[in-house]
Each structure stands twice: as C-alpha cells, then as structure tokens.
C-alpha cells in the first residue's frame, strides 16, 4: 500500500506528506492512525504489525481522501469509508490536511464472514448509510478509547469488529451496479448461510453442501475458487471462528473445550486443540482466559508522543486537527 500526497496543487506549499501518528495494536488487528500535513512527512512509529495477507480499511477522520486500487478511484471523506486491498498495488493521497485510520483485517477472516470480498474492493457498491455510520463510528471509538492502554479483552474485540466490518459491508447496496455474476454471488451466498446454519453436523462435508444447495460438487469447488479458497478451508475456518466466539463469550467455563469442539463440528477433540492453536496461535483453554477483566494487563502499552497536551487518540490529532477541513467530501 503506497500512501502519497499531492504532488501537483496549486501552489508548491499545498503539498500535503502522509505521517503515522500512531498505531494501535487491537489483538490480531492494526489500526494506524495516519496524518497527512503539509511540509515533508515525519511520522512516529509503534510496534510494527503482522506482514500477512490483508484488507484495509480505509476511514477517513477529516478532509477528504482519495484512493485508487485496480482501476478503480473515488474519494471518501469524514463518516465514509472505503475497503482496499493489501495484496495488491493500491494508493491513498490527499490534496491537503486530511488524517485517517487504517485498520488492517487479515484476508482470511474477512473471507471467512462475507462472500466475494474483493468485489466490494474500491467501493465498487454503494454503502448502506446507516451502517457505514455505525461502523465508522465504531472504530473511531475503539482507537479514542484504546489509544493509549489495551482494552481488557483484545482478541475478543477484534473478533466483534471484523464480525461487524463484515455485516456492514455486506450491507451494501450490489443493485445499485449492474453486475452479471450478481446469480453467482447470491449462489456462494446461500451456499455460506447453510454452511453456518449446519456448523454443528459433524458429517457436514463438501459432497453434503453441495446436495443441500442442489450443485454439483464441481461447481460448489469452482464458487470457493473464485476466493482463492477451498470448501474444506472455508468450513473448518468458520468452525475454528465459532469456537473462538463461544470460548471467550464464556469466561466461566460453562462449557468444556471438548463441548466446544463437538458443538462446532469436530469429530476430535485433540485435532480441534491443534488446529485451534495454528489459526490463533494459542490455546482454546487460554483463549477463553484472555476473556477474564483479571487476564488484562494493568499499565498502558503506550505513550503520547511528547510535547502533546492531550492523552490518546485526541493527543495525536492536536498538532493538525485545526488545519483539516471542517467536514470531508463524500465520493
């Protein structure tokens, strides 16, 4: 991902440099809290985030932000976003003062809650208002609220904000692009609902999906192709998601982990356990200990830069909130 500023303004001195002002660990997510300023770009850095595959998205905070990814470009302003791909050459610029965040998602997640993510790469959709609001809304408040200490159950919260991210770009309005794969989109659709809906059948297998929706299993392989997946990935991906969910919902142990597992379709108590700790790189029995308020670390992981007369996520923004435009343009 290259982020640039505008090279060829009015005047020399209107050229505005991207700065990361702050990045913001949130479990297995990253947000980066990016400023661009006038003059040449300086930023301060965190701790650095995975280099894995990803989406980003993009939310602006003020100004307004332009992007351009796989022929695509627009610009998006305050209470906006747009979804972007890291895995692919893509550009974020800005004609003056603007500041965002960027919140990388891993692909695999992303993948594993919403069908054909890359189309809505670019905003190739329109958004639904209402929920474009509410996610905005909602990762502006985690990066206020968590600027400088972590919130007391991270990977907990960054399940929920994936989960929603998903649902609210799910929500977009596909009708108002014509689009001749919209039958195929509404097949794979189908296809991940009565895969969730039937989680817990432990005989629930590729040749059984593909009954249930009356496909051929050819075809049901060639749906999971279109995002570079397989069925099998895709099915034990979303039972390892379910178990997360439900240990770390149960801090209390109301549940066994060997309930867990046979409640999301594990035949194996023990292959579950393994395959648990490769996608999440922990164990089911800690997962749901991290849910615990007393599993939190106490002191703050970060500080505010110094010189800075706010705390947090504010902190950040004093030196150029002032200079940035009082509302940003909408695509």
């Given amino acids: 991902m290259h982020l640039t500023g505008a090279h060829d303004g009015p005047t020399a001195g209107s050229t505005a440099g ?6 913001i660990p949130i479990g297995r997510l990253c947000l980066d809290l990016v400023a661009f300023e006038p003059g040449p770009a300086a930023g301060r850095r965190g701790a650095p985030c ?6 980003v998205l993009v939310v602006p905070l003020a100004g307004p932000v332009r992007f351009g990814q796989g022929g695509r470009a627009g610009t998006v302003g305050a209470g906006d976003y747009v ?9 974020i610029a800005a004609d003056g003062a603007a500041s965002l965040l960027l919140v990388r998602i891993p692909a695999a997640e ?3 809650r919403l069908t054909s993510v890359d189309e809505h790469i670019g905003r190739r959709f329109g958004a639904n208002q209402q929920m474009a609001r509410l996610l905005v809304d909602l990762m502006r408040g985690v990066a206020e609220q968590f ?13 929920e904000m994936v989960s929603f991210t998903a649902l609210a770009i799910g929500a977009e309005d596909r009708g108002s692009t014509l689009d001749v794969r919209n039958a195929r989109y509404r097949l794979r659709r189908r296809i991940v609902e009565f895969i969730e809906s039937h989680l817990g059948d432990q005989d629930l297998s590729p040749k059984a999906i593909a ?15 279109d995002d570079d997946t397989t069925v099998g990935q895709f099915l034990q991906g979303r039972r390892l998601q379910r178990a997360y969910e439900l240990l770390v919902a149960d801090p209390g142990g109301r549940l066994t982990v060997s309930e867990i597992a046979y409640q999301v379709g594990f035949k194996n108590v023990s292959h579950f356990s393994r395959t648990f700790s490769r ?19 106490a002191s703050p992981r970060r500080r505010v830069p110094a010189g800075r007369g706010k705390a947090g996520l ?8 002032s200079a940035a435009p009082e509302d940003g343009a909408r695509a």
């Fill in 314 to 321: 504010d902190g950040a923004l004093a030196s150029w909130r």
């Fill in 110 to 112: 992303l993948r594993g």
């Fill in 83 to 91: 979804l972007l791909s890291q895995m692919a050459p893509c550009e």
């Fill in 279 to 297: 996608q999440f790189g922990i164990a089911p029995r800690d997962a749901r200990q991290l849910a615990r308020p007393s599993a939190a670390p």
């Fill in 147 to 159: 600027a400088d200490r972590p919130p007391p159950n991270p990977e907990a919260l960054a399940t």
């Fill in 211 to 225: 009954a249930g929706n009356r496909i051929s299993l050819s075809y049901l392989y060639s749906l999971f192709n």
């Fill in 18 to 23: 991207p700065a990361l002002r702050q990045r």
């Fill in 50 to 55: 995975a280099e894995e595959a990803a989406y």
